[in-house]
């Protein structure tokens, strides 16, 4: 395997991990603010209800989009075992 094509299955393989956990993370981070809005505006500094909200988003996100990821999965190892041959030792 040369350098190229290492560097091409590092980059693809950060990219799709990136484009797998964005949702989730955009979702856990609204929530967050939204939540931390709520407790600025009422005074109610209490960490579970950060923390529930939060949590119970992210879950419903991942199930929701559980089709998805495995999709996406399913692509990238497809790319991998019908390029094996390029990655193996040349």
């Keep these: 395997m040369n350098d190229v094509a290492m560097i091409e299955l590092a ?3 950060l990219m799709t991990s ?11 981070m609204v929530i ?3 939540v ?3 407790q600025t505006m009422t005074s109610l500094q209490e960490q579970t209800l950060a923390l ?5 988003a992210v879950v419903a996100t ?3 989009l559980m089709p998805w990821i495995l999709a996406k999965l399913r ?3 497809r790319g991998l075992f019908e390029n094996l041959a390029a990655y193996g030792p040349s």
Excluded: H
């Design 11 to 13: 980059k693809a393989t």
């Design 18 to 28: 990136l484009i797998l956990v964005a949702p989730v993370l955009v979702v856990a």
């Design 62 to 64: 991942l199930i929701l």
């Design 36 to 38: 931390s809005l709520f």
């Design 52 to 56: 529930v909200p939060k949590m119970l």
């Design 32 to 34: 967050g603010i939204v």
């Design 75 to 77: 692509d990238f190892a």
